[in-house]
């Protein structure tokens, strides 16, 4: 609560110290303004559009006739004439549709003659009209919300007449184009401080400072300064009394009060303000000075405040607060129903809890037996025990027989607080149980002997154990899964002998044994692990390979019961189940990794089209031999770079790579050359079990050499806290059984814990600090691997460490990768050309290398721009992106198929992804070619004169 007073002073404080510059810029205005005290003592002087005759034939307020326009009963032909009468008395082309989800989708409701006439339609056909019929390049669209930020209406202003007056206007007084000019001062004064100032005439916008165009919504001032009205700003439920309030300021001067304002922004988000008015006259005409300061938190911790209260006053529970003088601050009403003797709730404020305490003991609704010997020494303990214990949970009771539960405790501003819950119900279902308990027992005592024959006939195994650990009672089916002789079964029977027998069965591993200290030892340790037995459950593996489940319970007299169950087959069906499981959620999530790489890698495709397209163009534009060798190193790293853009499209798509001979020996040996120097740096000694002669594998080098590097520097930063010596071990063998090349990977490291092994592969998992690691490396190397029709695997080494091991399969068909040779340009004869795409980059790209080639180019930004050319004439080639925004390759082409179907035989298309499913539908189905980003200037010329030859030889 303090803080929150604090920063209402500090809110208080900003909007006093804003007022002093207020006056100052009034009394600026008074003296650079003669007709400024003449206007003040005039107050007939102000004209306004407001203020009309009453026989003008139609309201005033003709946003609350927009409201009554939106009812969903028709509204009678009256009031439309009235409406339509509202609308011509606005300056400018205004129309007023209504409220849908899209502007589009909306129905002009009326329209005033200028918006008619710029449209180019009657009025008679303007009304239910589709909004979608205006041409969209010459009208603004405003929302029009109400107080709850719902948008009701869209005002639609026309640009073709209201731009012709504009240019008209400024050709006639240029200086009087921005608001305030006649006073820089003003400007100067208002601009520093943090309140919003407003000028405005009949809500027409005259002058706002930064403050003030910044809260609404608007970058600057001059943004705002283009809007027609002020009053969208304002729900439409206030219009009218805002109107009414503009039409008393400026009639006889006096704003009245200062007013807390539910405002809205562009978006319709709404906000308070406190607003200060007043009358001025700005550039000779009467206006009115508005300063706005921002409540809204204020208000928002008022209604926080209220909805607090109220959630408090409906709570089931009882409830009352006191402030650290144990005065009372706030109860609810189900505190006043259980203690109706009690002052009501808005008189109970401020009562002493001494006085409280005393009423209830004076009505005798206190039943502790203190209160009989001594009522005022009761009285005071029960303060004092408030205030000695910080948390007290205490149950008390009526004499009428209810029980309640009292929670009380301290606030931290130093108040307490007590809470009561009614536990009648609870109270009474415990005694229920506490008598059923007893007589649960004696059916119990009763039954003790069926057990036993039940027990001593199912297989499960079942011992009951004194507290004295001696046997009480064991069944056949535990002698059968341990293989314990009978005489051991006997009641009496010591638990250490069971022990001893099962150690004798080899029914506990031997490193066990041997760790706890040899076989008695073993004993007493597990003697006192079954001690502590309260509840458990475990699983046991026996040497035979059989998991039993051994189940533990100690009774409430304690004696422990245990049950053994042998579940070696169900284990077994559950492992296998998981790892089924495991391995489709390993598919899925490699499946969705693959789709966010996909996405990046097409966006990557246009800026690496940009670097080597110009690196290509400076190589061969290039005057000394330092600079081509510097371009040409530019375009094979942004090649490389495209290369690996290309990879992850593949792996995302699920499209094989091309593929070349591999020795895989000899990959090994030059990854090993780079990153020999790293493993070095942390002491890492590498040893190579080579085998000679392996086949070839057919794969992708770069793929390839991703991995290996990925799993060596894996294995580096595992090893980084091992001591010396670090020993990395890779080697190579062919398996002859099912033709696949094996790669192992092995380090003495710590190794990889078995809970998370089989999530290592998983897209982001990783145990590396913030900043040390991705969790990408493992999970894409799953996916290159599998794209090779191969698989890799992890599993800890008998003498420590982790082995991954990678299997590729033998030999396999090659594509030859076949270099790409930039060749010089050839002559060729002038040809118009349209290059379309959203890219400027790309675009300017383009042109730079048609006009080298010396063809004619015509650029659209846009499918809809292209179409405008097209119309305009023909060209030799259409070069264009496959995807744009709002009207893309595919949705050109089908438009051009419709209006100059000549011109589809000249579509060149590129893309940044070829490996989509619906462009490659797209280009099999019009048989057009696509060059695949990035790309080479001969590319482009060769495409480009192959196409205009064709279609103009």
């Known amino acids: 609560m303090a803080r929150n007073l604090g920063r209402q002073s500090c809110i208080d404080m900003q909007c006093e110290q804003s007022k002093p510059f207020l006056r100052r810029a009034h009394m600026r205005l ?211 009394r805002a109107l009414r309030r503009h039409r008393r300021i400026l009639a006889d001067g006096d704003p009245g009060p200062a007013q807390v304002l539910r405002c809205l922004t562009r978006s319709g988000e709404p906000f308070w303000v406190k607003a200060t008015e007043k009358r001025i006259l700005w550039q000779g005409e009467p206006a009115v000075l508005v300063s706005l300061s921002d409540v809204t938190e204020q208000v928002q911790m008022r209604r926080t405040e209220l909805m607090l209260r109220e959630a408090v006053d409906n709570l089931s529970d009882s409830f009352i607060l006191y402030d650290p003088d144990l005065k009372v601050v706030l109860t609810n009403r189900r505190f006043h129903e259980i203690f109706p003797f009690l002052p009501a709730q808005h008189e109970v404020i401020g009562r002493p809890m001494q006085e409280l305490v005393a009423a209830s003991v004076a009505n005798n609704v206190v039943t502790d ?38 929670k009380e405790q301290h606030t931290r501003s130093g108040g307490f607080v007590s809470v009561r819950t009614d536990i009648t119900e609870r109270k009474r279902a415990e005694f229920n149980l506490r008598d059923q308990e007893s007589r649960l027992e004696q059916a119990l005592a009763e039954r003790s002997a069926q057990l036993k024959g039940i027990l001593a006939n199912i297989a499960q195994g079942v011992t009951v154990t004194a507290p004295d650990m001696r046997v009480l009672l064991v069944n056949q089916g535990f002698l059968d899964i341990f293989g314990v002789p009978e005489e051991l079964g006997r009641p009496g029977v010591h638990v250490s002998d069971l022990i001893r027998q099962s150690v004798r069965n080899g029914h506990f591993p031997d490193a066990e044994i041997e760790a706890a200290g040899g076989e008695e030892a073993f004993v007493e340790h597990r003697l006192t692990a079954f001690g502590r037995v309260t509840r458990s459950v475990d699983q046991r593996t026996l040497a035979d390979g059989r998991v039993i489940e051994v189940r533990q319970q100690r009774l409430p007299d304690g004696c422990i019961v245990s049950t053994y169950n042998n579940i070696t087959d169900r284990v077994r069906t559950e492992r296998e189940l998981q790892r089924q499981r495991e391995r489709t959620y390993q598919n899925e999530k490699l499946t969705a990794l693959g789709g966010l790489l996909a996405g990046v890698s097409h966006e990557l495709n246009n800026p690496l089209s940009v670097v080597i397209g110009q690196a290509a163009l400076l190589e061969s534009m290039a005057t000394d031999s330092d600079m081509a060798e510097r371009a040409v190193k530019v375009r094979n790293a942004a090649d490389r770079c495209a290369k690996i853009v290309k990879t992850f499209l593949s792996m995302a798509r699920q499209r094989p790579a091309a593929r070349s001979a591999i020795q895989i020996n000899r990959l090994i040996e030059d990854v090993l050359d780079l990153v020999t120097y790293q493993l070095s740096t942390t002491d890492v000694t590498v040893t190579c079990e080579l085998a000679p002669d392996l086949p070839m594998v057919a794969g992708d080098s770069d793929q390839l050499s991703h991995i290996l590097v990925n799993l060596f520097i894996n294995a580096q930063q595992a090893m980084v806290s091992t001591p010396l010596p670090r020993q990395l071990t890779i080697s190579t063998d062919a398996l002859q059984d099912s033709g696949q090349i094996r790669v192992r990977v092995r380090d003495n490291g710590p190794g990889i814990p078995d809970e998370i092994r089989s999530r290592i592969f998983d897209p982001f998992f990783t145990t590396k600090p913030v900043g040390h690691g991705t969790g990408i490396g493992l999970s894409v190397c799953h996916g290159m691997v599998t794209a090779h029709g191969g698989s890799i695997a992890v599993e800890n080494a008998a003498e420590g460490g982790a082995v991954f091991t990678v299997l590729l399969p033998a030999g396999g068909a090659v594509q030859p990768e076949l270099e790409e040779v930039e060749e010089a340009p050839r002559p060729s004869a002038e040809r118009q050309i349209l290059v379309v795409d959203d890219e400027p980059d790309i675009t300017s790209f383009l042109v730079e290398i048609l006009e080298a080639a010396g063809h004619a180019v015509d650029v659209a930004s846009s499918g809809q721009a292209a179409l405008t050319n097209l119309a305009a004439r023909d060209y030799a080639a259409i070069i264009c992106d496959l995807r744009m925004p709002h009207l893309d390759g595919p949705g050109l082409y089908g438009a051009i198929s419709e209006t100059k179907p000549h011109l589809l035989d000249r579509f060149v298309f590129i893309t940044g992804d070829l490996l989509n499913e619906r462009t490659d539908r797209f280009l099999k189905k019009t048989g057009r070619p696509c060059i695949e980003k990035p790309f080479m200037p001969a590319q482009i010329r060769e495409l480009v004169e192959e196409i205009a030859e064709r279609n103009t030889g």
């Open 30 to 240: 008074k003296h650079s303004d003669p007709s400024f005290k003449a206007a003040k003592a005039s107050p007939t002087a102000a004209t306004s559009d407001l203020h009309r005759p009453r026989g003008a034939g139609h309201s005033n307020d003709w946003f609350r006739q927009i409201a009554v326009m939106s009812n969903p009963l028709r509204p009678t032909d009256r009031f439309a004439r009235s409406f339509d009468a509202a609308l011509e008395s606005l300056q400018g082309p205004v129309a007023v549709a209504s409220a849908a989800n899209n502007a589009a989708d909306s129905t002009l409701l009326s329209a005033n003659t200028a918006f008619a006439r710029a449209s180019g339609w009657s009025k008679k056909d303007l009304r239910g009209r589709p909004l979608a019929d205006c041409d969209r390049a010459l009208i603004d669209v405003r929302p029009l919300f109400d107080r709850n930020g719902k948008r009701r209406h869209w005002l639609v202003l026309h640009r073709r007449e209201a731009e012709g007056k504009a240019r008209g206007s400024h050709k006639q007084n240029p200086t009087s184009a921005a608001s305030g000019e006649e006073d820089p001062g003003f400007r100067a004064l208002v601009e520093g401080i943090p309140n919003g100032v407003l000028v405005h005439r009949d809500f027409r916008p005259l002058y706002a400072n930064r403050a003030c165009a910044r809260r609404v919504g608007f970058e600057d001032s001059a943004e705002m300064m283009r809007e027609p009205t002020l009053l969208t700003f304002l729900p439409v439920e206030l219009h009218n």
């Open 369 to 406: 037996p203190r209160v009989w010997r001594d009522r005022e020494q009761f009285i005071a303990d029960f303060i004092a025990d408030r205030l000695r214990n910080e948390v007290s949970v205490t149950e008390d009771t009526w004499p009428d027989g209810r029980w309640d539960l009292v």
